[in-house]
Each structure stands twice: as structure tokens, then as C-alpha cells.
């Protein structure tokens, strides 16, 4: 497709479960972010991928989060003994090139996995 | 911590208006910084930018002003259409510094027909 895809689109779970959260960024799109939206927030950054490594990780919660990009392009962000506390929607998104190259921060992204746990 | 935020939660506005969307910010480090607009079930989408060096940019009906004294940003849609009415997102990077967006809370535009 021609635009970030996110799958699921919604994921109900129970606490303490596993969930994985799959993002297709926009083909050649270097850049690969994950940012989570609570209810009334705006998104929060979680991680940035440039290529296939973490460049920046310093916004993933706890050691329970974890996120791979093992060919640069599909990303897929894990989370471990899920509690209430991680229900949000979870937002990807792609650039071409990352910000401090002179992007002028316009990111794509996707419509986002709402995670409930219950 | 809230480096970047948005006062007001929603506001409402008659078609063909203009709306005033406004933004603040802390951290001084800040020298880009982006409108995004959002509809319901699905992604934010960018709508315009403005670099710390510049205090105005204009796209269409679409106008971003910057203050950097105050720490003050500031969208202005004119004339409101309905199809405008979304949420919108003030957001803001370091170029320098951390390779990432800092978003408000967001406010939700309403444009009454």
C-alpha cells in the first residue's frame, strides 16, 4: 500500500499476556518511529529505528518493551507481561530521512493498534 | 513533564471564521515545530511547519506564527470549513538534540456549518 500499515488495527488482551504490534513503514522510508497516544494525550515517543538499529530507545517505558526492525523495514514493537497501565493506541510512523537530517519533520504515519489489556 | 502544551481542550467555531489554535512550549532547545491534524480511527497527518528562524508561515488558509520570546506558536485557519474540524496537534523538535517529536495534548476544532 502506499501508506504506513499498522496490524491489528485492535488487540484485546489479558494482563499479564504477550502482544506484538506489526508496523509496514512506506517503501524506502529510512526512518521508522513508535510513539503511544493514552486517552486525552498526544502521541509520546517510544523508539526510533534509522535502518535496521534502535538509534534511540530512550522512550520505551520499561525493560517489558521491546521493538526489532530486522530487514530496516517492517518493525515490530513487543511487549511483555502486559499490565492495564499499557492500553493505548500505538502509533507508527515513517520519513524518508530522519530529523536531524533536515526532515522537516513530516512523518507518515499509521492509524494505529489499539491495545486494551484487560 | 509536559514540554509542549495545549490549553485548550476543544473549541468551537462558526464556518468561514477564523480559528485560532494555540501552543506553548518550555524547553528552549526547541527550533522546529509542526501542526498536525487528526481525524477519528485514523493517524495524524503533518499540515504545516515553521523553523525557529522564521516567525510566520503561510500555506493556503493555513497560517503558523511563531513567537520565540514568549514560547508561543499559533495556527490560524481562515476561512473554517467544516471539513477542518479535527483534532490538532502542536508538536516540536530539537534539531540538535533528540531525533524525535514532542506533541501537545492536542485540541479538538469544531466548524459549525
Known amino acids: 500500500g502506499a501508506g504506513v500499515s499498522q496490524t491489528p488495527s485492535n488487540k484485546v488482551t489479558e494482563k499479564g499476556k504477550y502482544v506484538e504490534l506489526r508496523c509496514d513503514p512506506i517503501s524506502g522510508h529510512t526512518a521508522l518511529y513508535w510513539y503511544r497516544q493514552s486517552l486525552g494525550q498526544g502521541p509520546e515517543f517510544l523508539i526510533y529505528?534509522?535502518?535496521?538499529?534502535?538509534?534511540?530507545d530512550s522512550g520505551l517505558p520499561n525493560d517489558r518493551f521491546f521493538a526489532v526492525r530486522p530487514e530496516g523495514s517492517v518493525s515490530t514493537l513487543k511487549i511483555q507481561r502486559t499490565e492495564r497501565g499499557d492500553s493505548a493506541v500505538y502509533l507508527c510512523a515513517s520519513s524518508l530521512r530522519p530529523l536531524l537530517a533536515g526532515n522537516t519533520g513530516e512523518l507518515f504515519f499509521g492509524e494505529g493498534s489499539r491495545l486494551t489489556v484487560l | 513533564d509536559q514540554q509542549v502544551k495545549q490549553n485548550s481542550p476543544s473549541l468551537s467555531v462558526q464556518e468561514g471564521r477564523i480559528s485560532i489554535l494555540n501552543c506553548d512550549y518550555t524547553?528552549?532547545?526547541?527550533?522546529?515545530f509542526l501542526w498536525y491534524k487528526k481525524y477519528p480511527a485514523e493517524g495524524p497527518t503533518f499540515l504545516i511547519s515553521i523553523s525557529s528562524i522564521k516567525d510566520k508561515n503561510e500555506d493556503g488558509r493555513f497560517t503558523v506564527f511563531l513567537n520565540k520570546s514568549a514560547k508561543h506558536l499559533s495556527l490560524h485557519i481562515v476561512p473554517s470549513q467544516p471539513g477542518d474540524s479535527a483534532v490538532y496537534f502542536c508538536?516540536?523538535?530539537?534539531?540538535?538534540?533528540?531525533?524525535?517529536?514532542?506533541f501537545g495534548t492536542g485540541t479538538r476544532l469544531t466548524v459549525i456549518p
Open positions: 529505528f534509522q535502518g535496521t538499529g534502535a538509534a534511540d
Open positions: 524547553n528552549s532547545m526547541f527550533d522546529y
Open positions: 508538536a516540536a523538535s530539537a534539531l540538535d538534540g533528540a531525533n524525535n517529536l514532542f
